[in-house]
């Protein structure tokens, strides 16, 4: 390295040594031939103290020089840059160019690691998947093996319920592969959101009758731009983590205010609220972080840490709030809020 250096730095000063060998040289040939002995003498004296006091400036720009050339490699080496594959530096303008050629790498390496990161995180949650789905496979399997007679029709709601949970699986699966691809899949109209919330409640009428839980949905009026597919699987998602974790009490649908208060009429915000087991202080800042069950998740053995993911993605691209309030034991508050700037 000292090696490349010295030779990169008597390169790059060359030129200016030539030039003030040959300009010393011209005076001295001109006072020779004209007779100035003294002038030569005087001339001799200038030099000496020239040189003295050039040479330590050389040495001074020499270790500023060797100074500089480490410090970028040493930058280099500490991003990760392969460092021996880039010749040293011989001027200012070349030493731009390569750290350029260096952050262009970088750059490069990065979006590699977050793709194959995002390949790791899919074959996970695939994987994942399959496990989770072989059981309500099974369970209908055994219902209808069992079902006859008296018990036909409750084997019968019983294999609907698993059923609809499959479907279920499948459906947040195909919403998680397209999530990267969400932007091309839009289509913004504006929508009256209590009419997007009753087709949820439709769709999971057959869990809400299993359940055994109470229900009830107020009257209020919430226009919104949004995209009616997308939004209908957040409340979906909401809906589903109701029920899962509401053993007793039931669940309410109402119109609020940005605190989350009851209001009626027209309001922004609408929050589903349940009376189910709620979640753990700790656990409130990391519910939306793909992967986290949290105590929950870890007990009930079944939690993907997918959901909420997935809603709190769609609804920050749809221009949207979700905000959850939570005490263990009491119940759980999901406020989503939708913005009504034009």
């Excluded at 989770?132 to 294999?159: N, R, S, V, W, Y």
């Excluded at 053993?247 to 205010?257: E, F, N």
């Amino acid at each position: 390295m000292n090696k490349r250096i010295r030779k990169a730095y008597i390169k790059e000063h060359i030129g200016y040594a030539l030039a003030y060998g040959l300009g010393i040289s011209i005076l001295y040939i001109l006072a020779g031939l004209y007779g100035y002995d003294e002038a030569l003498a005087n001339m001799s004296y200038a030099l000496m103290l020239i040189l003295f006091f050039g040479s330590i400036y050389v040495v001074y720009d020499y270790v500023c020089y060797k100074k500089k050339c480490l410090r970028l490699a040493d930058a280099a080496l500490r991003e990760g840059e392969r460092a021996s594959s880039l010749p040293v530096a011989d001027n200012l303008p070349e030493a731009i160019y390569q750290e350029m050629l260096t952050a262009k790498e970088q750059e490069v390496s990065r979006m590699i690691t977050e793709y194959d990161e995002k390949k790791r995180d899919m074959a996970d949650y695939y994987t994942m998947w399959i496990h989770q789905i072989k059981t309500p496979i099974a369970a209908m399997h055994l219902l209808l093996e069992d079902a006859d007679g008296a018990t036909a029709d409750l084997a019968g709601q019983q294999a609907s319920e698993e059923l609809f949970k499959i479907e279920q699986y499948a459906e947040m699966a195909l919403h998680y592969a397209r999530l990267d691809s969400l932007t091309s899949d839009l289509a913004f109209k504006r929508y009256e959101i209590h009419e997007i919330v009753k087709q949820a409640v439709r769709k999971y009428a057959v869990l809400f009758i299993g359940s055994g839980l109470t229900f009830s949905m107020e009257d209020f009026s919430l226009r919104a731009v949004t995209d009616e597919k997308w939004m209908a699987f957040v409340i979906e998602q909401v809906l589903s983590n109701a029920i899962k974790y509401t053993k007793t009490g039931g669940i309410s649908i109402y119109g609020a205010s940005a605190e989350g208060q009851r209001q009626a009429g027209e309001v922004n915000n609408m929050v589903i609220e349940d009376t189910g087991i709620g979640i753990r202080e700790e656990d409130l800042p990391r519910i939306f972080e793909r992967g986290f069950t949290g105590y929950n998740g870890r007990m009930d053995k079944k939690s993907t840490g997918i959901g909420l993911y997935l809603c709190h993605q769609i609804m920050g691209r749809l221009g949207a709030v979700i905000r959850v309030e939570s005490k263990e034991g009491e119940g759980t508050k999901v406020l989503l809020g939708f913005c009504q700037e034009k």
